[in-house]
């Protein structure tokens, strides 16, 4: 019989039927709101706890400790709970109240902080008092790790093969730098593009980060190409596709489609899969649909 964590991925996708510009193109949304904690983070939350667990990192009675802007955080809340671990999830404090009422829904303690940096050096220094374990997403290999071993391999899969570009937003980059290990491999053509905010805007999701916080597990070589896209753009985008297309996700999905939109115009032809993060559900107490 399956448990909850057996719903961890295999991910449906759907292929735009009004926003492709290009009819040579085909550009498909992986909805990873159908994960069971509501968003992409699910699988590499599972991946980091399950793979410390079984190295002997973590055990009964750990207290583990993370910096989140959101759906990572929620990701844990659900799964450390299911392996009986106590957590604790440092959030900026502009996130959204539905982030924050679902992460203590799973039993998580929520400290807010003024920034996601503040936040990572919050827990940072908490970890490093050998009372809390850190799982620290931006460095910690099993992130990208569960999107080699799951969302790459389930995309070539449901393209049999024909994916041409694969596009991603960019937050920790885990999502990106798995998709592009796994793809790569089985073909060196395919082109992978990342996601980010043009320099004055503020995307939930996708960062520009600072040198000093970039994470660790990012490697450049492993991206073909960097579109950024604007607040403005991002959050047209998002209704769009929630009116057009019947899908409700977040800013972040909103910025993604929006790079695929604007590669579908660059290529000739092509099969263009974007990352579709979470669920719009959880921004529904923000403006981002009002308007």
Request: glycine share 8%.
């Amino acid at each position: 019989m399956a448990t909850i964590l057996d719903l961890v991925g295999n991910t449906p996708m759907v292929e735009f039927q009004k926003l492709s510009p290009n009819p040579a193109v085909r550009i498909f949304a992986k909805l990873e709101g159908n994960n069971p904690g509501g968003s992409v983070k699910d699988r590499p939350a599972l991946n980091m706890i399950k793979s410390a667990w079984e190295r002997g990192d973590i055990g009964p009675g750990t207290k583990l400790i993370e910096a989140t802007s959101g759906n990572t955080g929620i990701a844990l809340a659900l799964i450390a709970r299911l392996f009986d671990l106590e957590i604790e999830l440092a959030l900026p404090s502009t996130s959204t109240r539905e982030r924050l009422l679902t992460m203590q829904a799973f039993g998580a303690k929520v400290t807010l902080m003024d920034s996601i940096e503040v936040c990572r050096d919050y827990a940072e220094e908490k970890a490093a008092t050998g009372e809390y374990f850190i799982l620290n997403q931006f460095s910690n290999n099993d992130n990208y790790l569960a999107h080699f071993k799951t969302t790459g391999p389930e995309i070539w899969k449901d393209t049999n093969g024909e994916i041409t570009h694969f596009v991603s937003a960019m937050g920790t980059t885990g999502t990106i730098m798995g998709a592009s290990m796994f793809l790569k491999e089985k073909n060196p053509n395919i082109q992978i593009v990342g996601c980010q905010p043009t320099e004055d805007s503020s995307i939930p999701g996708i960062r520009r980060w600072p040198k000093e916080y970039l994470p660790k597990i990012y490697n450049p070589k492993r991206v073909d190409k960097i579109i950024d896209v604007s607040q403005a753009e991002a959050t047209e985008m998002t209704r769009k596709m929630a009116y057009a297309e019947g899908i409700f996700a977040g800013m972040s999905s909103g910025g993604a489609a929006s790079a695929a939109i604007r590669l579908a115009k660059e290529i000739s032809s092509g099969l263009i899969v974007f990352i579709v993060c979470d669920r719009g559900d959880r921004y529904v107490s923000s403006n981002l649909f009002q308007g």
